[in-house]
C-alpha cells in the first residue's frame, strides 16, 4: 500500500459503574455488565479475533475501565452471567415453540437461540469466563491498543479541589491496569472525556503518554491549534491531547443523521420483557415483578410512531455494510481535503462508547467489521491508527494547554453539575479531605486498621463514580444512583469514625469488605500528601 | 422486626420478606426457620442505623450551609451572603462577547442530546413509571449529614459563564463575624477556579503561526462552528436570563432548567396481542405430538403449549400415543382468526 494521506484512529470506550449485590440472589442494575458481556464484549472479541486469524491489518484502540475489568475478574459476576445466559436461551428456545405459527416471528426466535446458545458456550468454553485474558491477548498481538480509564470512573474536573483524591483515580486504574494487563497504559480515557488544565500534570506523572479530549478541547487550546483537531497537542507537562472528530461523531450518534437511528435497524425498546404476557415471562424477570429487557426484540425501528415492522436481519446487514461504505468514503474524501490544506497527514480521531455497538445499536459489530475490512481492502486514502502509532511517526507537535471540557451535553460540567446531582459535591470533597489524612496516619503496624483505611478508600471511590450523577440527571434508575452514593458515603463516614475512634467493629468490616469488593490490591497510600508532595494541580 | 415478632406473624408474610431478601431456600423453610433467617439478614443493616445515630450526635451543631449556580454577574449578589468569595478568574468579560458570533450553527443541536439518551441506555434496564424505584432493594435510605462543621467555601466551573459555589459556616464564625461588625473578616476562602473560553485562542505561538484567514478555515473543518452549538446555545439561555428571569436574586433561581425538547406530543397508544394456549392431559409416560412435534409432558402427564396466533386458519392435530405403542388418540381443533383494525 502506497503512502496513506492520513489516519483514522477508531475509539471503543468501555465502561460500567461497579454494580455487584452479593447480599440479594439476583439483582436487577447487575443486568448492565450481563447485557454488556453479551451484547458487546463477547461481540467485539469475536471481531477482533476473527481479523486476527485473517490477518486482516487494522488498529483500534479500547479503553476498559477498571471498575468493568475488576469486574469481569469477579467469579460471582461471572457466574451469575451464566446463569442469566442460561435463562436466556431458555426463555428464546420457548419462544421458538411459542411463535411456530409466525415464521417472521419464528427466524427472529431460532436466531436470538442460537446467539444466547453461542455466547454462553462461548463464554463458558472458549474464554472460561475470563475475558479480561482474551483482551490482554489482543492487547499483546499489537493491533489493538488497551488503554485504562480513572479507577472508578470518577468526574475529574470535579474532584480537583482534592489533588490528591485525583491522583489517586489516576495511579490506582494504572496498577491495576498493570497487573491486568502486564504493563503500565501508555493512553487514558479521561471519564466523559472531561478535561481540565492541570489534568495532563497528573497524567504525566502516572507515566501516561496521551488521552482525548472533545472537539473544543483542543480547539480552543492557547495558543491556538495550527492543525485544529487533526493532529495533536502536547501539553505543557508533554502529555498529547487528541480531540475529538465531530464529523464522524455525528454520524453515528444523531438521531436524525446517524446510522443507528436506520427504519430497517433493530428497535430498542421493543423487548419481548415488556411486551408479552407477565405469567409468560414472570420466570425471566427479576423477583417476578419487575418488566425488563430480555434482549429479545422482534421490531425495526420503521419510523416515528409506535407502529413497528417485524426485524429482518439480512436486510439490516445490508444496511451495515452501506452504512461502513458511507463512512468511509466521507473518512477518505475529509482526508484526502484536509491533507491538502494542513501538509501533513492528519489524524481523524471517533471515540465511541463500546456499549453503543450490540447493546444500543444491535447492528454496530457488524457495522464496525464491514468498516474495518472495507478500509483495509477497497480503498488508499487513509489507514487506521492508535495514538501510540501515529505519535511514533509524527513526534513533533505543538505545545499548548487544552480547553476545559468534556462530551456531555453542551460541552462542559453541566450534565454532572447541576439541580439534580449538585448536591454530591459538598459530600464527595468532604470526604476525600479525611480520606488524605487517614492515609497520611496510616498505621502499617495494625493490619485491622489497614483494611479499614484501604476499604475507606473504596468507599470514597465507589462513591465517585460519575456514572450517579449522569443517571440522577437523565437515568431511569435515579433511586438506585441516589442509594448508591449514599451507601458508599455513609460506610466511608462510619469507617473514618471508627479508624478515629480506634473502635472498629470486625464483622461490619468484613462485611463491606465483602460487598464492596473492588481493587483488591489497592494501596490507599496513593492518598497520602508525601506521595504528591509539592505539586500543583 | 424481632424474632419474636416475626413468629407471630403470617407465614405467607414471612414467605414475601424472604422472597424480599432474597433468602435462598426460602420455599422449603418452615415458620421458625424462616423467622430466624429474616432475623439474621436483618442484623446488618440495624447496625447500620446505629453507626448513623453516632454520627448524627457528631453533627448537631446548627451550621449554616447552601450552594448556588450562578453566572459571573453574581459575584456582586454573593457579598451579601456574607461567605467571603473565591475569586473568579475569568478570562473574559461577562456574558456579552465580543468578537464575531458564529453563525449556523443551532441546526445540529440535537446529536450530542442524542448521545446522552443512548448513554443512558446502558444503564436503562426496565421501562420504569416515573418515581417507581427500579430495584428489588428493600433497604431504606438512611440520609447524609446536613453539614460538617466546619467553614468552607467551594468553586466549581460548570461552563464558560456558570460557576457553582457551595459554603458553610459554622456557629462560632458566624458569632465572631457578628462580633466584629464592621471590620474586615474572612470566614473562609474559596478554592481558585477558572472558567474556560468559549472561542479559540488569541493566542499564536511563532513556531505554528498561519494567517488568520487560514485558521478559520481548520478551524471550520475542525467543526468549529458547530462544537459552538453547546456554547451558543447556552450563551443564549445565558443572554435570556440576564436579561430577566434572574433579577429576583432568590438563591437557586440562577439554575437553568434542564435541557429543552423533553416535553412529549400527545402519544397515546394501544397494542393488542393474542396467543393460543393449548393444554391436556394423558397418562404420564405417554407419546404426544402437536402438529406432527413432540410435546414434552410434565411428571404428573399434563402439558400446556402456548402460540403466538397470526391472523388466518389453524389446523392442530393432537395425537397421544401410549407409551408401548398400541393406543392412539387424535383430537384437531381448528383456529380461525381474523382482527379488525
Known amino acids: 500500500m502506497s503512502k496513506p494521506k492520513g489516519y483514522l484512529s477508531l475509539v471503543l470506550h468501555a465502561h460500567l459503574p461497579f454494580v455487584r449485590h452479593p447480599e440479594y440472589a439476583e439483582f436487577l442494575e447487575e443486568d448492565w455488565l450481563f447485557q454488556a458481556i453479551t451484547e458487546t464484549y463477547i461481540p467485539l472479541l469475536n471481531l ?113 479541589v482534592n489533588k490528591n483524591a485525583v491522583w489517586a483515580q489516576v495511579e490506582t486504574a494504572c496498577r491495576y491496569h498493570e497487573r491486568n494487563f502486564g504493563r503500565r497504559p501508555k493512553g487514558i480515557w479521561l471519564p466523559e472525556c472531561a478535561y481540565t488544565p492541570g489534568l495532563d500534570e497528573v497524567l504525566k506523572r502516572a507515566g501516561i503518554r496521551f488521552f482525548f479530549t472533545d472537539t473544543h478541547g483542543v480547539l480552543n487550546a492557547s495558543p491556538r491549534p495550527r492543525y485544529g483537531i487533526f493532529a495533536p497537542i502536547y501539553c505543557p507537562s508533554g502529555v498529547a491531547a487528541f480531540g475529538r472528530d465531530m464529523e464522524s461523531s455525528r454520524q453515528v450518534w444523531s438521531a436524525n443523521e446517524g446510522y443507528p437511528g436506520d427504519p430497517w435497524y433493530r428497535d430498542f425498546y421493543r423487548d419481548i420483557g415488556f411486551e408479552l404476557d407477565l405469567d409468560y415471562v414472570r420466570p425471566y424477570l427479576h423477583g417476578g415483578v419487575n418488566r425488563v429487557h430480555t434482549g429479545i426484540k422482534y421490531y425495526r425501528i420503521t419510523g416515528p410512531g409506535d407502529d413497528k415492522q417485524p426485524y429482518d436481519p439480512d436486510v439490516a446487514l445490508d444496511k451495515a455494510a452501506s452504512h461502513a461504505g458511507n463512512f468511509m468514503f466521507n473518512r477518505e474524501r475529509q482526508i484526502e481535503h484536509l491533507n491538502g490544506i494542513l501538509g501533513r497527514e492528519p489524524i481523524v480521531v471517533a471515540p465511541y462508547d463500546a456499549e453503543l455497538f450490540g447493546h444500543w445499536w444491535f447492528e454496530g459489530p457488524q457495522w464496525l467489521e464491514f468498516l474495518i475490512r472495507k478500509t483495509a481492502f477497497d480503498q488508499n486514502v487513509f489507514r487506521l491508527t492508535t495514538p501510540t502509532e501515529y505519535l511514533s511517526m509524527h513526534p513533533k507537535n505543538q505545545i499548548a494547554t487544552p480547553s476545559l471540557s468534556s462530551w456531555g451535553y453542551k460541552g462542559y460540567n453541566e450534565v454532572w453539575l447541576e439541580g439534580s446531582n449538585d448536591w454530591i459535591y459538598r459530600h464527595l470533597h468532604w470526604a476525600a479531605d479525611k480520606m488524605v489524612e487517614l492515609a497520611n496516619r496510616g498505621d502499617r503496624s495494625s493490619p485491622i486498621v489497614n483494611r479499614a483505611i484501604k476499604q475507606a478508600a473504596r468507599e470514597l471511590m465507589l462513591a465517585q463514580s460519575s456514572d450517579w450523577a449522569f443517571i440522577m440527571k437523565t437515568g431511569t434508575a435515579v433511586p438506585y444512583a441516589v442509594k448508591r452514593t449514599k451507601e458508599h458515603l455513609l460506610r466511608f463516614m462510619r469507617l473514618y469514625d471508627e479508624i478515629r475512634r480506634g473502635a472498629i467493629d470486625m464483622e461490619w468490616l468484613s462485611d463491606v469488605e465483602n460487598k464492596d469488593n473492588v481493587f483488591p490490591e489497592l494501596d490507599y497510600s496513593v492518598y497520602a500528601d508525601k506521595v504528591y508532595a509539592g505539586e500543583r494541580l | 422486626m424481632k424474632e419474636k415478632d416475626l413468629r407471630s406473624a403470617r407465614k ?143 468553586l466549581l466551573v460548570r461552563d464558560p459563564y456558570w460557576v457553582h459555589s457551595y459554603w458553610e459556616i459554622t456557629r462560632e464564625s458566624l458569632l465572631k463575624a457578628r462580633a466584629s461588625l464592621g471590620d474586615e473578616w474572612h470566614n473562609a476562602r474559596s478554592n481558585k477556579t477558572t472558567t474556560p473560553r468559549d472561542v479559540p485562542s488569541e493566542v499564536a505561538d511563532e513556531e505554528w503561526m498561519i494567517p488568520d484567514w487560514e485558521f478559520d478555515k481548520i478551524y471550520a473543518l475542525s467543526g468549529g462552528f458547530s462544537v459552538g452549538a453547546g456554547s451558543l446555545e447556552l450563551k443564549e439561555m445565558m443572554e435570556k436570563a440576564l436579561g430577566g428571569e434572574t433579577s429576583s436574586g432568590a438563591p437557586g433561581s440562577f439554575a437553568m432548567s434542564s435541557p429543552a425538547g423533553k416535553a412529549k406530543a400527545r402519544g397515546f397508544w394501544f397494542r393488542l396481542g393474542t396467543e393460543l394456549i393449548v393444554y391436556g392431559a394423558t397418562e404420564a409416560d405417554a407419546n404426544v405430538t402437536l402438529q406432527g412435534r413432540p410435546i414434552k409432558l410434565r411428571p404428573d402427564g399434563t402439558f400446556t403449549v402456548r402460540f403466538e396466533l397470526p391472523d388466518g386458519k389453524q389446523v392442530i392435530p393432537a395425537v397421544a400415543e401410549s407409551a408401548d405403542g398400541v393406543e392412539r388418540i387424535t383430537i384437531t381443533p381448528t383456529v380461525d382468526k381474523k382482527t379488525n383494525k
Open chain 2, 12 to 154: 405467607q408474610e414471612l414467605l414475601e420478606i424472604a422472597a424480599g431478601l432474597g433468602i435462598p431456600g426460602r420455599s422449603k423453610m418452615n415458620k421458625a426457620e424462616l423467622a430466624s433467617a429474616i432475623a439474621k439478614m436483618e442484623k446488618p443493616r440495624k447496625a447500620k442505623k446505629a453507626g448513623k445515630s453516632a454520627k448524627a450526635a457528631r453533627t448537631t451543631k446548627p451550621t449554616k450551609t447552601g450552594s448556588r449556580t450562578a453566572g459571573k454577574r453574581s459575584k456582586a449578589k454573593a457579598k451579601p451572603m456574607r461567605a467571603s468569595a473565591g475569586r473568579v478568574g475569568a478570562k473574559r468579560g461577562a456574558a456579552r462577547r465580543k468578537g464575531p458570533i458564529r453563525e449556523g450553527t443551532l441546526v445540529r443541536r440535537s446529536w450530542r442530546e442524542q448521545q446522552a439518551v443512548v448513554q443512558q441506555a446502558k444503564y436503562e434496564t426496565k421501562m420504569a413509571p416515573a418515581g417507581k424505584p427500579t430495584t428489588v432493594t428493600t433497604v431504606e435510605a438512611q440520609e447524609l449529614p446536613t453539614s460538617y462543621d466546619e467553614d468552607r467555601i467551594v
Open chain 1, 48 to 160: 477482533f479475533e476473527k481479523l486476527e486469524d485473517e490477518s486482516v491489518p487494522y488498529k483500534i484502540t479500547m479503553s476498559l475501565s477498571p471498575t468493568v475489568v475488576s469486574m469481569l475478574n469477579d467469579w460471582m459476576l461471572q457466574e451469575r452471567c451464566v446463569r442469566r445466559l442460561e435463562k436466556l436461551t431458555e426463555l428464546a428456545a420457548r419462544e421458538v415453540e411459542r411463535t411456530r405459527w409466525d415464521p417472521r416471528f419464528n427466524k427472529l426466535a431460532l436466531m436470538y437461540h442460537y446467539f444466547f446458545e453461542n455466547t454462553r458456550k462461548t463464554y463458558v468454553d472458549k474464554y472460561r469466563r475470563d475475558l479480561v485474558s482474551a483482551f490482554r491477548k489482543l492487547g499483546d498481538a499489537g493491533n489493538v491498543e488497551i488503554t485504562t480509564c480513572a479507577a472508578t470512573h470518577g468526574f475529574l474536573p470535579l474532584m480537583s
